[in-house]
Nanobody, 123 residues
Framework: VQLQAFGGGLVQAGGSLRLSCVAS????????MAWFRQAPGKEREFVST????????VYGDSVKGRFTISRDNAKGTVSLQMNSLQPEDTGVYYC?????????????????WGQGTQVTVSS
């Protein structure tokens, strides 16, 4: 089982980044996928989740209207388009694969985790 996230970097406030996560078909098939993030000294925070079929998406309150999650099941990828980034969006972003086709915002819903990619937003 392997998930690899990439696309992080340094961006100015108001800018955009697109994160992607590649995983094995075995990991993603029939499972929801999600993004979480963790800022220094803070607990891991739910960002967004998408169902296996892609017909259900949920966003954390702090990113609603700015971030968009999507997935390509043929490629085994999940992406996170992040617009209007703010310094409070800074952190390590983790992709995760769930145990079922639909999952929620609780980290316990997710069985597999990637290594994370750093996003830094400067003011």
């Amino acid at each position: 089982v392997q998930l690899q996230a990439f696309g992080g970097g340094l961006v100015q406030a108001g800018g955009s980044l697109r994160l992607s996560c590649v995983a094995s078909k075995r990991t993603t098939t029939n499972n929801a996928m999600a993004w979480f993030r963790q800022a220094p000294g803070k607990e891991r925070e739910f960002v967004s989740t998408i169902s296996w079929r892609g017909d259900r998406t949920v966003y954390g309150d702090s990113v609603k209207g700015r971030f968009t999650i999507s997935r390509d099941n043929a490629k085994g990828t999940v992406s996170l388009q992040m617009n209007s980034l703010q310094p409070e969006d800074t952190g390590v972003y983790y992709c995760a694969a769930g145990r079922k086709a639909i999952a929620g915002s609780n980290s316990y819903d997710y069985a597999y985790w990637g290594q994370g990619t750093q996003v830094t937003v400067s003011s």
